[in-house]
């Protein structure tokens, strides 16, 4: 159990904060993993006192009304329902691998709008400007990916046109394969978006900061603190 209460889903409506309403578009957090370095279900951790996963949900909502969470196992999705009161909760199928591609291919599954945005459960300073510049970039493309001048890639903060990665994602699967790269190289029309040009809406980056650790979750909280 948790000790701490339990936290509506936001009412916060896109009109209201400036960004567009996106109702081709389904946001869906991806709240299941293993968590193995984080010794806790990482969804509920505090960070600045709520739950990674409402801060998650807040930037969602900011995009679209049509909000969708994955968990892992049928135990978290009760979790995060009673957690998240009025939240639409998804599960993996029973007995699959516990990877993000699976996730994401549940996320696909359940999606019931033309693009889907991917978005991991531990990146509580993502920018909802740099975000809305991808899904801006969406149409005519299988994804729209951030990619580092490294060749680095963000699959879990990307656009994917939902059936087509669906199909293709489970293809993947069916070979053994359950990279995200895997199912990127299995996209057509996939457009790279360099760092470069995305730190026109997030100078430093922190979008795509993430936690892995207790350690990882003060630090960024005391740097959230400098940037406030």
């Known amino acids: 159990m948790h000790s701490f209460h339990t936290y509506e889903v936001p009412t916060l409506k896109p009109d209201e904060c400036g960004v567009m309403s996106n109702e081709d578009l389904t946001v869906a957090i991806l709240a299941g993993g293993a968590s193995k370095r984080f010794k806790t279900d990482k969804y509920a951790a505090l960070f600045q006192d709520k739950p990674l996963l409402a801060h998650m949900m807040e930037k969602a909502y900011q995009l679209s009304t049509n909000v969708l969470i994955v ?6 999705a009760k979790s995060i329902k009673e957690l998240f009161k009025n939240s639409k909760v998804v599960t993996d199928p029973e007995g699959s ?3 993000a591609l699976v996730g994401a291919i549940t996320a696909f599954e359940y999606s019931e709008t033309k693009y889907t945005l991917l978005l991991p459960v531990d990146t ?3 920018r909802v400007r740099l975000l809305q510049t991808l899904v ?3 149409p005519g493309h299988g994804a729209v990916v951030p990619s580092w001048p490294t060749g680095y890639i963000e ?5 994917y046109l939902t059936e087509h990665a669906y199909s293709n994602g489970l293809r993947v699967v069916e070979k053994g394969r359950h990279r995200m790269k895997n199912l990127l190289d299995s996209l057509t029309n996939v457009m790279y978006v360099s760092t470069l040009v995305l730190q026109e809406m997030d100078p ?13 979750l003060r630090r960024l909280e ?3 603190l400098k940037r406030n």
């Open 136 to 138: 801006d970039l969406a």
């Open 204 to 216: 430093s980056l922190v979008s795509f900061e993430n936690i892995n650790t207790i350690g990882d």
């Open 222 to 224: 005391k740097k959230s």
């Open 97 to 99: 691998e516990r990877a």
């Open 155 to 159: 699959p879990l903060h990307s656009v």
């Open 124 to 126: 509580p300073l993502v």
């Open 71 to 76: 968990a892992s196992t049928e135990a978290q």
